[in-house]
């Protein structure tokens, strides 16, 4: 009894001992299963809940004009954030930031109280403002570098360069937009792993895919003449009471656009405030009836076509009646005037005589292929293509006639100097852009080359620049010469269509100059439209000063010496 | 003469195997000292790491869990040391009233307790908190050898059964209960349940108590939503990932993140506030993300050396008392360890109960030093070579 109870307790006591190594010996394997066979399944689920990617803004491309003056560059900004994880306190929180972050402390608090791991507090402040913040050194408060777009000119190309959106620097307007892929570069990405409270954790897996830098834009924009015709543009409109204008200014062999100016403008730096029509593009977007100027293409077509020579001479009618339709010539003027008088006078009943000659469809097709009913292709966004009906849809009674002086067609101020410039350009018709050179972060440049068609013929286009003189020298455009050059060019004064009457109105006219400078080889082509002006009221009274004004210091900027 | 030649090989073989079994008592020591050292420093490495962000996130000192860790092993050392120097007898007297002084504390306890979490554990003395029922577990185990030892023999009716059981470990497991503190109470439970176990207490009494106590520790996880919301969400993770079963799946991710040989010392992620109670009762999944499945092999392996050598130096007690203290003792600390590595490892629901010797926590560490100090003691405890010479 003595020896067996013993021995049988024993073997109790040993199972206990084997019992619990038999439980280690689960326990080992669960960890084998846990750590080995399973581990990548676990281990992927905590790199979920840990890894976070931000990204890393790209420094978006400056934009210079075409001697390198800075137009839209990136300054320094300081975004301040909150990881409201880490505070305790939102309200007194709040109270302190909000003059600093000038901000309602009462949203802040909401900001701050809100359960994310990140809130923004205020975007892009510029560094010295947000010093004081830095130097409180406050809990749960973060900065980011995050640049702001600044304009360094201003209003001056507001229209042409466009702006960005705020905080993320997309852009939305103007060459800001239309070169948005080539400006924006490609952001980076950073791969950082995170605890709850969003702090990195050091030993943790960090990834860096560095942004690419934006590309440079050089613009073909000459400041100094963007900056005159502003200045001619905003003294015609404070003389003339037009509620608008534009002014387009270009190299009619490169095609390169030197100043394109509309008035009203808005600072690109502040837009707050700004009315939505003064946002506009003018000169590319909205659209008018050309008037007189467009005589210039029902002569050439008929120059072109042989129907009439420079010197074809003309019995000139008192008036045209087209069922209830008269026109008449606003000029005085003899009862016979050649192809260049007709020019000159800007007889109406003269050119509709021509046109009569040239035909719908031989008028229509020279319009085409002047660029009138199509858009341009200008590197800008939104461009109005103007309305050019197909010849079938005229109206066999007035229409033709009433195109050929400029009615039934509508363009924009751009298309309407097209026109002219394939006349100085010898008849080549050069596709006109804004963008010069586009250079990448390399510095690599890459030029952008127009495309180019020929509209009409050498000897056409010199004999309409012949013209273009005399209405200067002789005609109604006197008010546009230019001390010291031969200047060619045309007026316009057109009766406003009003689309919500859809009648043309009694008092409101579109006031036009187009034309061209040194007339024996030009270099520079100008259109300027006034819009409503209620003072000197036509093309020849308000506008030529202008075209007279702006291309005198367009000439000089370019270095055309006098005399050609 | 010839009675001195006579006497000379027996006293040279009860010498031999008095030498024989001083070696091998000396050697069971050695098993149980050395994973016993090796854990503490494990421990120490451990929590340095999983308390360092908490630490400086709540006092601004990384170092300031360590430090408090240390001074507690500082404790913990002299009391192992102490605890092994006291002959196993003085233990034997001083079972019973160190199990009133229990008793007393955890009944202080229930009133004056300190409350945190929802339970009410701890006694705040001074600038030290103590917890009670790190203390009850020993002590328990102390009394109910000390009784059974004395009694085995006559356990044989269910009254001789059931006063000793129901007055030591039944008292205990009551006022744990009320904590509430189910795992400390399942610990105490399965040191008595071995204590018993290696007796000559009736076989059929045994299993009816354990079924009872069983039965009784099912119905207090059914009446607490909280508790049974954590039995059940061990059974499946996926249902409630950011609520009940947080924890488990944090401590499953760190562990995975581990994987074979770890992210290197220092470098858990987990401890990033992802796992809360990293360094107390999640310590493991710290140390299994930082050492991988390596090191947390190597601790399960000292563990299993630690419960080899508990078992031997019960196997070779010199007398009841000592074979039934060494078994209840050594399943105390393995029986914790299986818990918390089986809730860490999500095969077990999450008690709350440290691992021994390598959590952050004082009491539960220099309790389970003494109960080591206490294993020494017995190992050491050989009767008189004149008395065992047959």
Not at chain 1, 52 to 57: D, R, T
Not at chain 1, 387 to 398: G, K, Q, S
Not at chain 2, 197 to 222: H, M, T, W
């Amino acid at each position: 009894m003595e020896q067996e109870a013993p021995s049988r307790r024993n073997g109790r006591l040993v199972s206990v001992g084997v019992l619990l190594v038999i439980a280690w010996t689960l326990i080992g394997y669960r960890l084998t299963v846990v750590q080995g066979a399973r581990a990548d399944e676990f281990a992927a689920r905590g790199l979920e809940q840990r890894l976070q990617s931000e990204i890393l803004a790209a420094d978006r491309g400056t934009i210079f004009d075409r001697d390198g003056r800075e137009l839209a560059v990136n300054v320094e900004g300081v975004t301040v954030y909150a990881n409201p994880r880490e505070i305790t306190d939102p309200e007194s929180l709040a109270s302190l930031l909000a003059p600093w972050l000038a901000r309602n402390p009462t949203d802040l608090a909401q900001d701050l109280a809100s359960d994310a791991a990140f809130v923004y507090l205020a975007r892009q402040l510029d560094p010295e403002s947000a010093q004081p913040i830095r130097d409180a050194g406050l809990t749960g408060i973060h900065f980011l570098s995050e640049p702001r777009r600044v304009y360094p000119t201003g209003a001056l190309a507001a229209h042409v360069v466009g702006f960005v959106s705020d905080g993320d620097n997309a852009g939305l307007e103007g060459i800001e937009l239309f070169y948005e892929a080539e400006l924006a570069g490609t952001p980076g990405v950073l791969l950082v792993e995170r605890d709850p409270q969003g702090r990195v954790i050091p030993q943790g897996e960090y990834r860096v895919e560095h942004p690419e830098q934006g590309s440079d834009l050089v613009l073909t924009i000459k400041s100094e003449i963007q900056y005159s015709a502003t200045q001619a543009l905003a003294a015609a409109l404070e003389r003339t009471g037009a509620t608008s204008g534009s002014v387009v200014v270009l190299d009619p062999e490169s095609g390169e656009i030197l100043a394109m100016v509309n008035l009203p403008s808005f600072d690109p730096n502040d837009r707050s405030g700004a009315p939505v029509d003064a946002l506009r593009n003018r000169a590319v977007t909205d659209v008018f009836e050309p008037g007189s100027t467009q005589k210039l293409v029902t002569i050439a077509g008929a120059l072109e076509s042989g129907i009439v020579a420079p010197n074809t001479s003309f019995e000139i009618p008192p008036r045209i009646e087209i069922l209830d339709t008269v026109f008449r010539d606003v000029t005085v003027h003899p009862d016979r005037l050649t192809v260049t008088e007709i020019v000159a006078h800007s007889s109406n009943l003269g050119t509709i005589l021509v046109g009569d000659l040239l035909g719908i469809r031989r008028l229509y097709t020279y319009m085409y292929s002047f660029g009138q009913g199509r858009p341009s292709g200008l590197d800008f966004p939104g461009e109005a293509g103007g309305v050019l009906r197909p010849p079938e849809d005229w109206c066999i009674t007035t229409c033709l006639a009433g195109t050929s002086i400029g009615y039934h067609v509508s363009v924009t101020p751009l298309q309407m100097a097209m026109v002219y410039a394939v006349v100085a350009n010898d008849g080549m018709w050069v596709q006109p852009h804004l963008v010069k050179e586009i250079v990448d972060g390399e510095g690599n440049r890459q030029a952008i080359l127009p495309l180019a068609r020929r509209v009409i013929s050498v000897e056409t286009a010199a004999q309409m620049r012949i013209m273009l003189e005399a209405v200067v020298l002789r005609g109604t455009g006197s008010a546009a010469a230019v001390p010291g050059y031969r200047v060619g060019g045309k007026t316009g004064t057109t009766e406003k269509y009003l689309p919500d009457i859809q009648e043309y109105s009694k008092e409101e006219v579109v006031a036009s100059f187009i034309g061209m400078a040194p007339i024996g080889d030009p270099q520079i082509v100008i259109a300027v439209v006034l819009d409503s002006p209620q003072e000197y009221a036509s093309g020849g009274r308000g506008a030529a000063p202008v075209f007279a004004e702006v291309m005198l210091a367009a000439l000089h900027h370019v270095g055309v010496i006098p005399g050609g | 003469m010839a009675s001195r030649v006579l006497a000379m090989p027996i006293n040279r073989a009860v010498v031999r195997e008095a030498h024989r079994r001083a070696r091998s008592h000396s050697r069971a020591i050695g098993f149980l000292l050395v994973p016993v050292g090796l854990l503490l420093v494990v421990g120490l490495g451990s929590i340095l790491s999983a308390s360092s962000v908490l630490g400086l996130r709540e006092t601004g000192d990384g170092l300031f869990y360590f430090k408090r860790q240390i001074a507690w092993l500082g404790l913990g050392l002299a009391s192992l040391i102490l605890a092994a120097t006291i002959p196993l007898r003085w233990w034997r007297k001083m079972a019973f009233p160190l199990f009133v002084a229990t008793v007393g504390l955890l009944l202080a306890v229930l009133l004056v307790g300190v409350r945190s979490n929802g339970a009410q554990r701890w006694l705040q003395i001074g600038p030290i908190t103590i917890q009670p029922s790190e203390i009850a577990k020993l002590t328990t185990i102390l009394f109910l050898a000390t009784i059974v030892s004395r009694r085995e023999n006559s356990m044989n009716r269910i009254r001789d059964f059931f006063w000793p059981v129901a007055g030591s470990v039944g008292i205990v497991a009551f006022l744990v209960i009320l904590q509430p503190d189910l795992g400390t109470t399942l610990l105490v439970a399965a040191g008595a349940f071995a204590v018993l176990f290696a007796s000559a207490a009736p076989f059929p009494y045994i299993i009816g108590s354990a079924l009872l106590g069983g039965s009784a520790a099912l119905l207090a996880a059914l009446v607490s939503p909280y508790r049974w919301a954590r039995v059940t969400a061990f059974l499946d993770l996926q249902s409630d990932p950011l609520g009940s079963s947080y924890q488990a799946v944090q401590s499953l991710v760190a562990l995975g993140t581990g994987g074979l040989w770890g992210v290197g010392l220092g470098a858990s992620r987990a401890r990033w506030s992802f796992l809360p109670n990293a360094h107390t009762d999640f310590v493991f999944s710290i140390l299994g993300e930082e050492s991988g499945l390596a090191g947390s092999l190597t601790v399960v392996f000292l563990f299993v050396l630690l419960t080899v050598a508990g078992t031997v130096i019960a196997h070779r007690a010199a007398d009841r008392f000592g074979r039934l203290l060494a078994i209840g003792i050594t399943t105390w600390i393995a029986t914790q360890a299986i818990v918390n590595i089986g809730g860490v490892t999500g095969v077990l629901p999450i008690t709350g109960v440290p691992l021994p010797f390598v959590s952050f926590g004082g009491t539960a560490l220099v309790m389970s030093m003494i109960g080591v100090g206490v294993l020494v003691s017995i190992a050491r405890d050989q009767p008189n070579i004149a008395v065992t010479a047959r």
